[in-house]
């Protein structure tokens, strides 16, 4: 998820304004188009998109929250299963349909999910093989291994773990910019 998506869910968390027309003008007529294109009319695609908006905002307030994909994803697979609900209690379509569209809009936003997790493992592995030996090591027995600022500042040589936290923080840089440098292509 880009920097800038993640000041609007915090914008939103925070119901600042300016964050919250940022989201209606960029993702409300994806919505709409879907509303319409599906036997709804205007009004059904402003109800929609209102409950999607309060249920992102639920979810931001959460502190277990954490968006894996675009905002523009997440805010139409839920805008999506809503309408998908709707319709099925206006009786519009059949229950068996209705249960099928969403699975499959289940099964799609997962498989996106997962795909784009894949691939930026991907990437952080690829980075973190380019950081080098010396970083790679450390940061490994940090986060994967999960040893204290003490047991790496013995295993790696520093004269004490304040040290050994400053390489850790200078190696983690230094991968962060490899990694968004990869990111970014």
Wanted: glycine share 2%; with cysteine; proline share 1%.
């Amino acid at each position: 998820m880009e920097f800038y998506e993640k000041e609007l869910l915090k914008g939103l968390a925070q119901n600042d304004r300016k964050a919250i027309k940022i989201i209606y003008a960029n993702h409300y007529p994806i919505i709409q188009a879907l509303i319409i294109s599906n036997n709804g009319t205007y009004d059904d695609a402003q109800d929609i998109f209102q409950e999607g908006m309060i249920i992102l905002y639920e979810n931001t307030k959460r502190e277990d929250f954490i968006l894996t994909s675009q905002l523009k994803t997440y805010l139409y697979a839920i805008c999506k299963r809503l309408w998908l609900k709707r319709l099925q209690q206006k009786q519009r379509y059949t229950t068996e349909w209705t249960d099928k569209e969403v699975q499959s809009v289940i099964v799609d936003e997962a498989l996106e999910i997962h795909e784009k997790q894949n691939a930026t493992f991907e990437l952080m592995d690829e980075a973190l093989n380019t950081v080098g030996d010396p970083c790679k090591q450390l940061l490994e027995a940090y986060y994967l291994e999960k040893k204290t600022m003490e047991e790496i500042a013995k295993s790696f040589g520093y004269t004490n773990a304040d040290n050994a936290k400053n390489q850790k923080y200078k190696c983690l840089m230094r991968l962060k910019k490899i990694f968004f440098t990869k990111y970014n292509k």
